[in-house]
């Protein structure tokens, strides 16, 4: 491949791995809102200039309609890379967030079977823990000390924490508060059903990397294989070829 079909290529891939991070239904939403923002207007236009420039290095040297392509995709890619950074981010805090969920939910489980409220069992997570749920677990425990109802505070604490976790459990803390139900139960219920989600989601991503390891050996290292031998047989073509 020529290095003006690289750059192209690598072009395409840019672009292709911003949009990747930005889900479709959310693309227009996220980039109307903060492009909105003053705060992130700073990030997109170095963004964009960083892609036009480095359009303007590559796309003179692609060929044909290609550089059209390399024109427009680094400068979209520049684009939408602050959005697309912030999604991962947000990605893998929630990703963080749902991992030590089950043991608070354990923790939470036996503070309540002890006789302690919700209260005081989110205010033992929010002190013992670390990490995103921690923090989240602080600032509702900051509220409620400042005076702020328990049910508005887990209210609060649904709304930063999207999912359907958080609002199982903010669901069975509400029913325990109204109708008198186990709450310890419901906790370790939903602890298991979380850690079965969680072994079920790695064995998945295991399966889904499989093929992708494969096409790396078949791209990468059998043709660097072959290439080693093939340089083998031509140094040693004339001690080969003797006997001929």
Known sequence: ??????A???AVMFAAAALRELPLQKLRGVIGRQVSLPSQL???VLGTMAGGAAAVLAAPAAP??????????LPVAGFLAPDAWRQRQARLRHRRLLAALPDALDLLAVSVG???GAAAGLEQIARSGEGPLAEEMRL?????SCGVPLGAALASLRGRVPGGEMARLIAAIERSRRFGSPLADQLRRQATALRRDSHREVEDRAAKAAPKIQLVVALILVPSVLLMITAGLIANAGTLLAGF
Do not use: D, H, N, Q
């Open 1 to 6: 491949m020529s290095g003006a079909g690289l």
């Open 8 to 10: 192209a290529a690598i």
């Open 42 to 44: 700073p990030g997109k």
């Open 64 to 73: 044909g309609r290609t550089a059209l392509v390399v024109a427009f995709a």
């Open 114 to 116: 002890a006789g302690r």
């Open 140 to 144: 509702a425990v900051a509220e409620i």
